[in-house]
Nanobody
Framework: QVQLAESGGGSAPAGGSLRLSCEASGYFGNEKCVGWFRQTPGKEREAVAVVYIGGGRNYYSDFAKGRFTISEDNVKNLVYLQMNSLQVDDSGTYYC???????????????????????WGQGTQVTVST
């Protein structure tokens, strides 16, 4: 069992930046698909970005492209979500997630909401003010 913990949420002005961090208990071993999802007011939970660790693949939702960047630090066992040019509509709860098994296809299925997520963090709140 892998436990995920998010940090880095908080308040930021529109146009500002935040960096979210996801830390796994122990380390990411077989869990090669790690990503960020969010729950924003008026919308269903949606994918933000997913990384295929070691596979050279990143997947971004359209709203995230050009503004958000997912990256990993394998030494520190962290996955980051750098969020720039924040908009009010980005406000919500952001969750780190991972699959028990990883592959390019699995990671994409996770991103596309076609595969059940095995591990969820508790979430971190992001509030973007006007």
């Amino acid at each position: 069992q892998v436990q995920l913990a998010e940090s880095g949420g908080g308040s930021a002005p529109a146009g500002g930046s935040l960096r979210l961090s996801c830390e796994a208990s122990g380390y990411f071993g077989n869990e090669k698909c790690v990503g960020w999802f969010r729950q924003t007011p008026g919308k269903e939970r949606e994918a933000v970005a997913v990384v295929y660790i070691g596979g050279g693949r990143n997947y971004y939702s359209d709203f995230a492209k050009g503004r958000f960047t997912i990256s990993e630090d394998n030494v520190k066992n962290l996955v980051y979500l750098q969020m720039n040019s924040l908009q009010v509509d980005d406000s919500g709860t952001y969750y780190c997630a991972a699959l028990k098994e990883g592959s390019e296809g699995y990671c994409y299925a996770m991103f596309a909401l076609k595969r059940r997520v095995d591990y969820w963090g508790q979430g971190t709140q992001v509030t973007v003010s006007t």
